[in-house]
Nanobody, 125 residues
Framework: VQLQASGGGLVQAGGSLKLSCAASGRTFSTYFRTGHMGWFRQAPGKEREFVATINWSIGGTYYANSVKGRFTISRDMAENTVYLQMNSLKPEDTAIYYC???????????????WGQGTQVTVSS
């Protein structure tokens, strides 16, 4: 499974960004029929932390408390793509955002089976 993330950038506080992560690979359609895709982030000097996840087949979602109500995760099954719509961004949202794919529901980076490359999100005050 290969994951390609995009959509990061520089935005002022209160602004919005939308991240995308396209999944590919021969194993994706079978392996992740019941899996999850999600987003983690890592700020400078901090550990990687969970942001949001979505069940690929059912569409159920789960969010970190810090982003609940501001971020929305969604997926396009035809395009094998997961999105993260980020609204009301705060300077503390500044981090490298990583796309992740897992067979089971998880909020811990250690349990992630596949990572995409990171995309930088910078929120200025």
């Amino acid at each position: 499974v290969q994951l390609q993330a995009s959509g990061g950038g520089l935005v002022q506080a209160g602004g919005s960004l939308k991240l995308s992560c396209a999944a590919s690979g021969r194993t994706f359609s079978t392996y992740f029929r019941t899996g999850h895709m999600g987003w983690f982030r890592q700020a400078p000097g901090k550990e990687r932390e969970f942001v949001a996840t979505i069940n690929w087949s059912i569409g159920g979602t789960y969010y970190a408390n810090s982003v609940k109500g501001r971020f929305t995760i969604s997926r396009d099954m035809a395009e094998n793509t997961v999105y993260l719509q980020m609204n009301s961004l705060k300077p503390e949202d500044t981090a490298i955002y990583y796309c992740a794919a897992t067979m089971s529901f998880t909020t811990t980076p250690e349990s992630v089976e596949y990572w995409g490359q990171g995309t930088q999100v910078t929120v200025s005050s």
